[in-house]
């Protein structure tokens, strides 16, 4: 049988390659849009607006860039880390080049988007940021590489490194890990959150002094055009969903971060101050806390309706928009074709884009049933919170509770372990 | 009464220009490639005439919005049956109110029209995101692919764009046709290809020496990235449906 002679020579690239892919799988970010990048000097790749999504994992998530260390050997000892110094596993590190050859084979294949670059730190902070952004360099200027490149802001190193890195990058982010001060001093006593807020800050003032510039100088360099993120790390520690959630909203605010990411815990030690090795990551919650983040973002809910003393913590067993529905019943049933779209899209069922499509459809005549279910709401749940042209008229007044029975009965949702059994007579 | 047209976006143009003309009532659309005469139906068959669909389309233009006049072509792109008698009445619609029309979502045309588009615009977002080029010893990237609607016209300045220093074919196997760009134009070619070859997955004689390579290493890569802990094999398979899986390198058990 023929074996490519490149095969052989190159068992310690494909080492390489799994050690140091499978340590940077835990950051999650997946994002590869918000740049506009264009491929303007004949060189290769350009960005896409919304990003694209070459493949996705068993698991279900996105994969659009070659997500890596450079290397996983780190001074430092934080427990939630499977890199940490004081664990015993397999460490390895690329070459500048290495990394470039990868990036630029993958992407010629439409592979990938582009580059998710990470590192340990390794000697100290400036060492590692210098080499990252050699990298970063490299594609850019010799190889004219025009895809995304995502890289991750080493906290402590100088502010002349990040503000050189930000020119060739275009997003860069930085993890706060754990959503408090106490919970990260727990865990990592080396690391604090000011390390974090520091870099985070003087990225943002860069950008809002780079866009201040272009108004008056036309050819100002591009600065991290698609913004920064971060992430925080669900279920390690004891906080509540107000705690994190908090935490997001005054970062999103200070900051002007495009996103925040939680990432539930995967257990890699049997240390017990946090959840043990063969514990199941909380995968509901956290997609219940996305489910918060984007009503934040996308819906006008502000965090405090949502999560507040008397609610510290998400419902379970149905979305964050139906719950705050069901203890807000004052404000329904909403008349779809007179409300306005604010509180048409505080309607459990509708989206945003049914909402778009109720709005522009109700100039031209008052909207049935039919009509709703053609557009793509999901009726069954906004039934009870809505009346139209057509509604049935409705002899009893139900209260949250029994409402949400009804949904629940009724609900397809692969959280529902046990059958809901109740019949409701009325 | 039924109108006959070529299959062509012309034909589709010129009926919508006759109908105007002869005003013959309801009639259904129906492409020429699946037409049966019925006993008792009249039929029209409409001659593609370039003048009268550059009229009509020009009429559109003016009474409709660019990101519309997309989503018609991409409907009439779904090459399926039903979208052609709705791009018809779409237009008619269209033609016969005020500008703006296009936002009644209570219409059962628009409606259509915007499924259409949106499918077809997905199937678009797949290919750009699933075609895996391979290398060729003469240093030709090659994909071969099998799209569920006629998404080409679509996808080709996102390739010419973002490849625009190494040469590329992207080949409907379906439809028998491809793109070939040559570091200065893309231009549509015709394979004719030597029977029994794998056509999606050329042999690795004709690869470039180091194609295995990468197609390993990506395999590799792929494997480290998943998360045991968090399986969620319902959820893959609804963002990678199977039928895409013939395109990825990942994919591939050797």
């Known amino acids: ?426 | 009464m039924i109108y006959i047209f070529d299959g062509s976006l012309a034909g589709l143009l010129t009926a919508i220009f006759e109908w105007f003309e002869h005003k013959p009532g309801k009639v259904t659309l129906k492409s020429i490639s699946l037409f049966q005469p019925e006993a008792f139906a009249e039929s029209f068959t409409v001659i593609t005439d370039a003048e009268k669909s550059d009229r009509v389309w020009a009429g559109l233009q003016k009474k409709i919005k660019k990101d519309w006049l997309r989503k018609f072509y991409c409907s009439y792109l779904s090459e399926i049956p039903e979208a052609y008698n709705h791009l018809f009445y779409f237009a008619v619609y269209i033609f016969q109110n005020e500008s703006g029309a296009e936002n009644n979502y209570g219409n059962e045309h628009v409606i259509a029209l915007a499924k259409y588009a949106k499918s077809v615009e997905r199937e678009k977002h797949r290919m750009e995101a699933f075609i895996r080029f391979q290398k060729t010893g003469d240093g030709m990237f090659y994909a071969g692919v099998d799209p569920d609607f006629n998404v080409l016209p679509l996808i080709s300045n996102h390739f010419k764009n973002r490849y625009a220093d190494q040469q590329w074919i992207i080949y409907d196997l379906k439809r028998k046709y491809g793109l070939y760009y040559n570091l200065n134009a893309v231009e549509e070619i015709t394979i004719s290809f030597e029977k029994n070859v794998n056509k999606a997955n050329p042999a690795s004689i004709l690869m470039d020496e180091k194609e295995e390579l990468y197609s390993v290493l990506w395999k590799d890569y792929f494997k480290s990235t998943n998360i045991v802990a968090r399986k969620n094999t319902k959820l893959h398979i609804q963002h990678v449906p199977k039928r895409y899986w013939k395109y990825l390198t990942e994919k591939q058990l050797s």
């Open chain 1, 1 to 426: 049988m023929f074996v490519s002679k490149f095969l052989c020579m190159s068992d310690r690239i494909r080492e390489k390659l799994s050690i140091l892919a499978d340590a940077a799988k835990y950051d999650v970010s997946c994002s590869s849009s918000g740049s506009n990048r264009k491929n303007d000097n004949k060189g290769l790749g350009n960005g896409h607006s919304s990003g694209i999504c070459h493949t996705y994992t068993e698991d279900g998530r996105c994969v659009s860039l070659l997500k890596i260390l450079l290397t996983n050997h780190c001074i430092y000892d934080c427990l939630f880390c499977v890199s940490r110094r004081s664990n015993d596993i397999k460490r390895a590190a690329f070459t500048v080049d290495e990394v470039v050859d990868l990036t630029m084979n993958f992407y010629r294949r439409n592979y990938i988007e582009g580059l998710f670059l990470s590192s340990g730190i390794f000697k100290n902070a400036d060492f590692t940021m210098e080499r990252l952004l050699l990298v970063c360099k490299k594609l850019r200027l010799e190889h004219k590489y025009n895809g995304y490149i995502h890289l991750k802001t080493i906290p402590g190193a100088s502010e002349d490194l990040i503000r050189e890195a930000g020119l060739y990058a275009d997003r860069m982010s930085i993890n706060l890990e754990m959503p408090t001060e106490a919970g990260l001093k727990l865990l990592a006593p080396e690391k604090n959150h000011e390390d974090v807020i520091k870099p985070l800050d003087f990225v943002n003032k860069q950008m809002i002094q780079l866009t201040e510039e272009k108004k008056l100088i036309k050819h100002t360099p591009k600065f991290v055009p698609a913004g920064q993120s971060t992430q925080m790390v669900i279920g390690a520690t004891p906080e509540s969903d107000k705690d994190i959630m908090y935490t997001a909203n005054a970062f999103y605010k200070n900051f002007a971060l495009k996103r925040v990411y939680y990432s539930g815990y995967v257990p890699i030690s049997n240390d017990t101050r946090m959840p043990v090795l063969g514990t199941q990551p909380p995968l509901l919650r956290e997609n219940r806390l996305y489910q918060t983040d984007w009503l934040m973002r996308f819906y006008g809910f502000k965090v405090q309706e949502i999560l507040n003393d008397a609610n510290p913590n998400l419902d379970v067993d149905i979305d964050p928009k139906l719950s705050w529905a069901i203890r807000n019943m004052q404000h329904f049933p909403v008349d779809i074709n007179t409300s306005d779209y604010k509180m048409i899209l505080r309607i459990p069922g509708i989206g945003v884009m049914s909402a778009q499509k109720i709005v522009q459809a109700r100039k031209f005549g008052k909207l049935r049933i039919d009509q709703l279910k053609k557009i793509g709401v999901s009726y069954n749940r906004a039934k009870h919170f809505i009346v139209c042209a057509d509604s049935p008229y409705q002899l009893r007044d139900y209260q949250g509770t029994q409402i949400k029975a009804f949904i629940l009965a009724e609900s397809q949702s692969k959280y529902l372990k046990t059958d809901n059994n109740q019949m409701l007579l009325f």
